[in-house]
C-alpha cells in the first residue's frame, strides 16, 4: 500500500534560523497537504498541493510539489517561537484516502 | 460556530473496559475519521466513514468498532480486545471521502491502566 515517510523526525533550531521538512511517497500522489499540530493540540490545515512542480508560499512558509508528484517540502524562513509544534504532509491517492507521514517535531530556542 | 467536538478530553479507564469516545460535526461532511496517535508517531487510521450506515477498516482497526447512525455523529468504542488502549484519539471529517482537507476535533487522551 502507499506508504509515506518524512524527514526529519525532530528538529531543534535558533530562533531566525531556516527549517525545512522533507515528504516522500512511494506513489505518485494526487495532492499533497500539509499540517501543523501545536503542543497539546490538535492537526490543523495549512495547504493542498495539486499540480506537478507547484509552489505555494504563506508567509515566512514554502511549500513545494515536486515535478513527479511523489515528494514535498516545507520550508520555513527565519523561525519564531510560534511556529513550534509537529508538521505533517499527507498524501492523496487518486480516489483514495489520505495517507499521513509521521510528521517533524520543531523546537525553536529562543 | 462550525465545527468538530470530541468529548471529553481526559478519560480513564481500567482494563478490560470498554469505552466510548464521543465525535460530533456540524459541518454538514459526509466523510469522518478515527485516528490514534502516539508519542512522537503520526496519525495512524483506526476507522472512517463514507455515508450514513457504512464505515470502513483503516490501518488498525483490531479491537475497535464505532457506528455512523447519523451524519453528525461517529462514536468509537475501544474494547477490551484493544491490547494497548492508551493513546490520542483524533475524529476527523471531510467534505466526502478521498484526499480531501480533513477537519480535526480537538482529541480525547484516554488513559487505561
Known amino acids: ?110 | 460556530d462550525g465545527g468538530i467536538t470530541q468529548s471529553p478530553k481526559y478519560l480513564f479507564r481500567k482494563e478490560g473496559q470498554n469505552v466510548t469516545l464521543s465525535c460530533e460535526q456540524n459541518l454538514n461532511h459526509d466523510a469522518m475519521y478515527w485516528y490514534r496517535q502516539d508519542p512522537g508517531q503520526g496519525l495512524r487510521l483506526i476507522y472512517y466513514s463514507q455515508i450514513v450506515n457504512d464505515f470502513q477498516k483503516g490501518d488498525i482497526a483490531e479491537g475497535y468498532s464505532v457506528s455512523r447512525e447519523k451524519k453528525e455523529s461517529f462514536p468509537l468504542t475501544v474494547t477490551s480486545a484493544q491490547k494497548n488502549p492508551t493513546a490520542f484519539y483524533l475524529c476527523a471529517s471531510s467534505t466526502s471521502r478521498g484526499s480531501y482537507e480533513q477537519y480535526f476535533g480537538p482529541g480525547t487522551r484516554l488513559t487505561v491502566t
Open chain 1, 1 to 110: 500500500g502507499q506508504q509515506v515517510m518524512q524527514i526529519p523526525q525532530y528538529q531543534h533550531v535558533q530562533e531566525g534560523e531556516d527549517f525545512t521538512t522533507y515528504c516522500n511517497s512511494s506513489t505518485t500522489l494526487s495532492n499533497i497537504q500539509w499540517y501543523k499540530q501545536r503542543p497539546g493540540g490538535h492537526p490543523v490545515f495549512l495547504i493542498q498541493l495539486v499540480k506537478s512542480g507547484e509552489v505555494k508560499k504563506q508567509k515566512r512558509l514554502t511549500f513545494q510539489f515536486g515535478e513527479a508528484k511523489k515528494n514535498s517540502s516545507l520550508h520555513i524562513t527565519a523561525t519564531q517561537t510560534t511556529d513550534v509544534g509537529t508538521y505533517f504532509c499527507a498524501g492523496g491517492e487518486y480516489g483514495n484516502k489520505l495517507v499521513f507521514g509521521a510528521g517533524t517535531i520543531l523546537r525553536v530556542k529562543s
